[in-house]
């Protein structure tokens, strides 16, 4: 057997392997369309699936390294609507020179094509939706491409079909902050470290984002350039609509203070501190506080509120630190690894809290973790690999945190 055939058997067994996610078809989908794109050597791939609501295509996962969910077309126009009306793969091999393409279709994907191939996600009972790759690097795509992606969008489609899949796509948010082409290098010596290279990522109001990604992949230092505790090298920022690119000293300080709230892994409590009096040291340093009484109430530590660090266990030392963030009343909640220092039922609480946090307090939460577990109580899930996001999913149905297991 050929090593090209060999890979593509490959990819097939993992599509088939993949698919059998019960909890969330997302995840599913989305890990299919990883396979696929890098099989093909594409630069972004997407899923699109019809919404009933609104009888438009949404775009619900994607791999590569720009942000393309959240985007909807309208499914009789278009390279996308040809696709989906004819039930046919569609084929551009150079946008520039097809007539059949127009460039105003480049501001509907998002991205400027130059190449892509669309299959139909179909079942003898109808259409779901479509699976696209855009722009291999390679020029056109091939036909081994095409026979892959045909045969991965049959899998696909019979299990939407298999699991009564509905889509309940998220309405569109105000962007809180927007990143784009951000590039972060370090100095060690004379050597320049290059540890986040042109990244892409929008955080809406009121939603749970969870990056994932393995030691040294680049996600904390994201979170760390997301909560202006570091700077980035290159690309812009824009934070509630103004340039927030390359701040002075000052501006990052009342941004920390004013905007931002952080829980960390290891709590950071002032030790020789009762738990309200930790939470109000943040308070009194804040524009426009909760109060700290509120703060505690929140997350369930009114009878411990005197304690000291010491005095409490390790999950009401992080609910104290959940507390500090809160009484800020902050544009956004940004928690690092904040359950990998807890065993398994006290991570199960601290994580209840933060989508009572989301989903009653309507605040914002950006969680950087390695537990891919936690990533299906998410309203979005973005992957980080090797400086880059990889990929980028919705969840349309987040599992209660109540429901996960590791």
């Known amino acids: 057997m050929g090593k090209k055939q060999s890979s593509y058997i490959q990819a097939i067994w993992d599509v088939t392997e993949a698919l059998q996610d019960e909890v969330q078809m997302e995840k599913g989908l989305s890990v299919c369309l990883d396979i696929l794109t890098k099989h093909a050597g594409a630069e972004n791939g997407l899923v699109w699936l019809i919404s009933q609501e609104d009888g438009r295509l949404h775009s619900v996962a994607c791999a590569g390294e720009r942000d393309l969910t959240g985007i909807s077309v309208d499914p009789s126009k278009g390279i996308l609507g040809r696709a989906f009306g004819s039930r046919e793969p569609v084929q551009i091999d150079d946008a520039g020179t097809d007539p059949s393409f127009s460039s105003s279709e480049d501001q509907e994907a998002g991205v400027r094509i130059l190449n892509t191939l669309i ?17 291999r690097a390679d020029g ?13 969008a049959t899998l696909m ?4 079909e298999d699991k009564g899949y ?3 796509y998220r309405k569109q948010k105000k ?83 004013d905007y931002i709230g952080f829980v ?21 340093n804040s524009k426009e506080p909760i109060s700290s009484e509120k703060a505690i109430e929140m997350v369930g530590l009114t009878e411990r509120r005197n304690n000291r660090p010491s005095q409490l266990s390790g999950g009401q030392q992080q609910r104290v630190s959940i507390a500090r963030a809160l009484v800020k009343n902050p544009l956004l909640i940004l928690a690092d690894e904040p359950t990998a220092a807890l065993d398994f039922q006290t991570g199960l609480e601290v994580l209840e809290l933060f989508e009572d946090i989301v989903r009653r307090q309507n605040k914002t939460v950006v969680m950087v973790t390695h537990n891919a577990e936690i990533a299906k109580m998410a309203d979005r899930v973005i992957k980080v690999r090797g400086g880059r996001i990889s990929s980028i999913r919705i969840n349309s149905s987040p599992v209660k945190a109540s429901e996960l297991s590791w």
């Open 119 to 135: 299959v139909p996600l179909v079942t003898r009972t109808g259409c779901f939706g479509c699976m696209q790759l855009i722009n």
């Open 140 to 152: 056109p795509f091939s036909d081994d491409d095409r026979a892959l992606g045909v045969n991965m």
């Open 157 to 160: 489609a019979l299990d939407l």
């Open 166 to 168: 509905v889509i309940r």
């Open 175 to 257: 962007p809180l902050i927007e990143m784009k082409g951000v590039i972060k290098e370090f100095y060690s010596g004379d050597e320049v470290i290059r540890v986040l290279k042109g990244v892409d990522l929008c955080v809406y109001e009121q939603e749970l984002l969870v990056i994932l990604g393995e030691s040294g992949c680049g996600k904390t230092t994201m979170l760390n350039i997301l909560g202006g505790m570091d700077s980035l090298t290159e690309g812009t920022m824009i934070v509630d609509g103004k340039d927030f690119s390359h701040p002075g000293e000052k501006e990052l300080t009342e941004y920390r203070r």
């Open 264 to 284: 960390f892994q290891t709590y950071n409590l002032m030790p020789n501190l009762t738990a309200i009096d930790n939470v109000e040291l943040i308070a009194e």
